[in-house]
Structures are given as structure tokens and as C-alpha cells.
Nanobody
């Protein structure tokens, strides 16, 4: 059974940090591009960052560049999103996703999804 499980979300003050984890089971991440997406209330799903399966190349949406870092540990079958200097506008449910293809920031191209993890940035 293919499964992605996110963890690490929560409430943090502006300027704080969180690290999201996405653990995969039922398949091997080695051959999958991985993405992090987020959805704020009343808004559509937004691509935040993604990482390739082959060379580890990465993509970040402009609003998180320099603050967020995506990484993967294939030995642990886990992908991470380190989020620093968090802002209130980063508040959203964060989802990880996997696709058996090239890196992409288009959520429609992803095959498997986690259940989501709430991140709230507020003082």
C-alpha cells in the first residue's frame, strides 16, 4: 500500500522555523521526484518546492527562496522541507507528493499525496 505521511507541522511565531518530514511506504522514493505543496484557506494549491530523483536538482517558488530548503534521504525513504524565517503568509496545509517522472511544480502531475500537515505562523 502506497503511503506518504507528513509530520512536523504546528504553530510557530513569525521568524521561527519548522522542519516538515514526509515518510514514504509501499514504494521506494529513489525513482520519484518529490514535491511540497501548500494550500491556504480560500486559495488554490501552490507548488512550494520540488526535488528531482536523479541529480537532486531543486526548484523553489519565489516567495520561499532563501528561506526554505528541500532535501531527501533515500536511505530513510523520507523527504524534508526545512522552513526558516517563517511569515504569516506561509500559513497553510502543507502536502508532500511523489511523481514517477521529471521534477515538476505542477500538482496535477503528481501520483501520490500525503494527508497534509498544518503550519500556522502567528504571534
Amino acid at each position: 500500500q502506497v503511503q506518504l505521511v507528513e509530520s512536523g507541522g504546528g504553530l510557530v511565531q513569525p521568524g521561527g522555523s519548522l522542519r516538515l518530514s514526509c515518510a514514504a511506504s509501499g514504494f521506494t522514493l529513489d525513482y520519484y521526484a518529490m514535491g511540497w505543496f501548500r494550500q491556504a484557506p480560500g486559495k488554490g494549491r501552490e507548488g512550494v518546492s520540488c526535488i528531482a530523483s536523479s541529480d537532486g536538482s531543486t526548484y523553489y517558488t519565489d516567495s520561499v527562496k532563501g528561506r526554505f530548503t528541500i532535501s531527501r534521504d533515500n536511505a530513510k525513504n523520507t523527504v524534508y522541507l526545512q522552513m526558516n524565517s517563517l511569515k504569516p503568509e506561509d500559513t497553510a496545509v502543507y502536502y508532500c507528493a511523489a511523481r514517477s517522472g521529471l521534477i515538476s511544480n505542477d500538482y496535477a502531475r503528481y501520483d501520490y499525496w500525503g494527508q497534509g500537515s498544518q503550519v500556522t505562523v502567528s504571534s
